[in-house]
């Protein structure tokens, strides 16, 4: 595998259910982030993680929670979500911080929430 | 009123023919600006990156700041089919450090 990955790549789920998304990075890199890609609405930051270490969490609800158990690997837990959370979920990592660092994108989660 | 305004589309074009994409955004200390292409069913990837005012030209495509405008563009000239995507224009400041701030998008079609 190369890049980033995710899984799954679409997930259908009911309000009361929890599942997770998970993403890897095969790139060496320090930094993970997850977004929130909806119809008609521009790409959304929801968490940023550096060397395992949360630094942003955009006002993201609760029962979105992420977990990043080492720099390789983040993992967004979701629970009780409503059927506006319905998007494309998006998993980017890049070196570092650094301003002109190169956000690699995985291909996404499809999520629906019924 | 978004920070960052990008026209939909869908915009279409003949292949061959120059697409000519473009954003503006309100906030002035954006200084860096990066243009992201989308096909269906796969994550952005980065196409081109600029700092401040000025063109910087890759291939065949062209990218463009004007800060005193707040208008950033990105022109491919000769067109390909391949070049179908979704185009999604991002920009970040100083004190941002990576935290990008996108574009809606603007879907391109190019008929072959």
């Known amino acids: 595998e190369t890049g980033v990955t995710q899984t799954p790549r679409h997930l259908v789920m009911g309000m009361t259910n929890k599942k997770s998304l998970k993403c890897e990075q095969h790139?060496?890199?320090?930094?993970m982030y997850w977004y929130k890609q909806s119809a008609k609405k521009p790409l959304e930051l929801m968490f940023v993680?550096?060397?395992?270490?949360?630094?942003e969490n955009n006002s993201v609800p609760s029962r979105f929670s992420p977990e990043c158990p080492n720099s390789s690997h983040l993992f967004l837990h979701l629970h009780t979500l409503q059927p506006e959370d319905s998007a494309l979920y998006l998993c980017?990592?890049?070196?570092?911080?650094?301003?002109?660092?190169?956000?690699?994108f995985g291909p996404g989660t499809r999520l629906t929430v019924l | 009123q978004k920070e960052v305004e990008q026209d939909p589309g869908p915009l279409s074009v003949p292949e061959g023919a120059i697409v000519s994409l473009n954003c503006t955004y309100s906030?002035?200390?954006?200084?860096?600006f990066m243009w992201y292409r989308q096909y269906s069913r796969k994550g952005p990837e980065l196409l081109m990156y600029?700092?401040?005012?000025g063109n910087k030209e890759d291939g065949r495509f062209t990218a463009q700041v004007d800060k005193s405008s707040k208008y950033i563009s990105l022109f491919i000239r000769d067109s390909q089919p391949s070049d179908s995507a979704t185009y999604l224009c991002?920009?970040?400041?100083?004190?941002?450090?990576?935290?990008?701030?996108f574009g809606g998008g603007t879907r391109v079609l190019v008929k072959p």
């Open positions: 906030n002035s200390a954006f200084q860096y």
């Open positions: 980017a990592s890049s070196l570092n911080l650094a301003l002109q660092g190169e956000q690699f």
């Open positions: 991002a920009m970040t400041r100083v004190a941002a450090g990576n935290k990008l701030t």
């Open positions: 600029t700092y401040s005012s």
């Open positions: 790139l060496g890199h320090n930094a």
């Open positions: 993680y550096n060397f395992k270490e949360q630094t």
